[in-house]
């Protein structure tokens, strides 16, 4: 395995638990047509009054847990694609929106990008296909990628045929995507934030974050989907969950505790069990959970840990003991030279109204 990446390794995980250069966007005039609240009021129509969500219910690996009732999300790219970038004569170009966003959280990866693009994992295939077959991730759907950052979910998208906006607000993690992904003819970017994404009116089939829901103002992010998003367009966010009850997930979780003040627990101390998804979604949503264990080599394993947000910057006094308590952790649970660290792909889905 090469050093500094993490896989997938070829066995069964655990069972799903809980707790992701195009040429730069220029955004586009909105569309004309059906209003956002005539939008909104096709949403609704013919929708009858359900039972309330069910929040404490993990499902099996690769099981649909429908909350309230089910959803039928209209089959993305068909028709005409609305283009969602605009290259100018001459050299290109990148939105800069000021303002909206939660405070600071656009600056958490500041000096962080390149370690994260090496370090970080991809998400579960098994989402992958059952977002292609389920939920309208198809050939031509336009995709907003809302927190991108260095294109991680944006390449498993690509490979799906969609069409993919990345849209992120720190600089550095957008110019590595860019870089990577940029000769790719479905991929377009935007310096944009989840609050202000600077794309048109009702432009875009699916919305996606991708381990990036916890850093985002929710109801403003919600109001943005509303606008951006077709009529039956669906929303999915998207976390890789470390398993809580692992000896070495607890073992992490006790070194970053104890030389990061920034830590509040893993995925920005989001607490699953709680409501915010379900208000976000406003009670009527889906989960689906796939395996997902993750297996690195010593470098990678540090490095992963280096990527978190939390993590001591290069010139901190705390750099070397938290380097050095990883590399023990890494020496006391890997097998063979390869760590395995228990974890899952989970999805939230769900229409936004």
């Known amino acids: ?27 586009v005039r909105p569309r004309r ?21 069910d929040r404490g219910h993990r499902p099996r690996e690769g099981q649909v847990r429908r909350i309230r009732r089910t959803l039928r999300p209209r089959i993305a790219g068909r028709g005409k ?12 170009q990148v939105t800069k929106l000021k303002g909206g966003g939660s405070v600071g959280n656009e600056r958490r990866f500041d000096g962080k990008a390149d370690v994260y693009e090496t370090a970080r994992p ?15 991730f198809v050939p031509g759907a336009a995709v907003a990628d809302v927190g991108s950052g260095t ?6 998208l690509l490979d799906l045929g969609c069409i993919v906006t990345g849209v992120e607000p720190n600089d550095q993690m957008r110019a590595v995507a860019e870089a990577r992904l940029g000769e790719h003819p479905g991929y377009f970017s935007t310096a944009g934030s989840a609050e202000r994404t600077g794309l048109a009116d009702a432009s875009v089939d699916r919305v996606c974050a991708a381990q990036a829901f916890h850093w985002m103002d929710a109801q403003a992010f919600r109001r943005e989907c509303l606008r951006v998003l077709r ?11 470390r398993d809580p009850t692992s000896p070495l997930v607890r073992a992490s979780a006790a070194v970053c505790a104890r030389h990061c003040p920034r830590f509040t627990g893993f995925s920005g101390g989001m607490d699953f069990d709680g409501d915010a998804v379900a208000r976000f979604f406003d009670g009527e949503y889906r989960t689906v959970s796939f395996p997902h264990d993750l297996a690195y080599d010593r470098r990678g394993f540090v490095d992963r840990m280096l990527s978190a947000s ?5 010139d901190d006094a705390a750099r070397a003991a938290y380097v050095a308590d990883f590399e023990r952790l890494f020496d006391e649970h890997a097998q063979a030279g390869t760590l395995v660290m228990p974890n ?10």
């Open 122 to 136: 991809g998400y579960a295939p098994a989402l992958l296909t059952y977002l292609a077959a389920k939920e309208g």
């Open 151 to 156: 294109g991680r979910f944006s390449r498993q």
């Open 1 to 27: 395995m090469a050093s500094g990446h993490a896989r997938a390794p070829h066995r069964r995980g655990h069972d799903g638990v809980r707790g992701g250069r195009g040429r730069a966007t220029k955004p």
């Open 231 to 241: 009529p039956g367009g669906v929303v999915a966010l998207v976390w890789n969950f």
């Open 81 to 92: 694609h609305h283009r969602l970038r605009q290259q100018e004569p001459g050299g290109l």
């Open 310 to 314: 939390y993590a001591p910057d290069r």
């Open 344 to 353: 899952s792909t989970v999805a939230y889905l769900g229409e936004v109204a």
């Open 33 to 53: 047509g059906r209003s956002q609240r005539g939008r909104r009021a096709a949403r609704h129509k013919g929708r009858g009054q359900a039972p309330g969500p």
